[in-house]
């Protein structure tokens, strides 16, 4: 398995422009989990899925924030419109959540710069 | 409120020396805590949780619910240990992929 795959690894957009970010969970994961790293906040959860479900989104920071699963093997999480304070590194994660869980797998992240 | 603070941002230390990286929490309840590593280039991975009590790479951690505290520990650091590192809790009856975490230090190991 080539863990959880994340697209484009970097996005460079300017303020303004819609940005989607692609998550791609580990086969077999019921649970995936979209997180933001920044200088100032660290790592913080943003929405959470199981069973394609949107479960928990008070992390989503305002409307311009959308996620969605369409099907267990696909998620985006969408930006629209970019604003500079969205730079960050954005990591998705999948889990096996019920009966014994598995640790929180994570992607390489994709780095977004807006200007 | 759950909050999990990692004092230092960065620990630098020579090789073969012990290490100690801090980790403190607030929550109310029976939390399981983790502790992730991020080695350079490579993703975030679970280096250990409280609960399966083990040692990995040398590393351990014990949970001191009096001191609300869950450090991690080694003897002798090895250069290989330079990372960073993020203390993580999850509440015990939730997803523990939904999980709230430190800011992160910084362990550099030097020759």
């Known amino acids: 398995d080539a863990g959880v795959i994340q697209s484009p690894r970097h996005e460079v957009t300017e303020m303004g422009q819609e940005v989607t970010l692609r998550c791609k969970p580990i086969?077999?994961?019921?649970?995936l989990f979209w997180y933001r790293q920044t200088m100032m906040r660290g790592l913080e959860l943003l929405i959470y899925f199981n069973n394609n479900v949107p479960i928990d989104d008070s992390g989503m920071p305002e409307d311009r924030f959308s996620a969605k699963m369409p099907n267990a093997s696909f998620s985006t999480l969408k930006i629209q419109p970019s604003e500079p304070r969205d730079s960050a590194v954005y990591f998705c994660?999948?889990?096996?959540f019920g009966g014994g869980d598995s640790p929180l797998h994570f992607g390489n992240g994709t780095r977004l710069t807006v200007t | 409120a759950q909050r999990v603070t990692q004092p230092e941002k960065l620990l630098s230390v020579f090789k073969g020396a012990p290490v100690e990286l801090k980790c403190n929490y607030s929550?109310?309840?029976?939390?399981?805590l983790f502790w992730y590593v991020q080695y350079s280039r490579q993703r975030l991975q679970l280096l250990l949780r409280?609960?399966s009590r083990e040692s990995i790479k040398g590393f351990t951690a014990d949970l001191n619910k009096g001191e609300t505290s869950f450090h991690l520990k080694k003897p002798f650091a090895q250069e290989e240990d330079s990372a960073m590192y993020y203390c993580?809790?999850?509440?015990?009856?939730?997803?523990?992929?939904?999980?709230?975490f430190g800011q992160g230090t910084t362990l550099q190991v030097k020759p």
């Open positions: 409280h609960i």
């Open positions: 994660a999948s889990s096996f």
């Open positions: 929550y109310s309840g029976s939390p399981e």
């Open positions: 993580a809790l999850s509440r015990g009856s939730s997803n523990t992929g939904k999980l709230i």
């Open positions: 086969s077999g994961h019921n649970s």
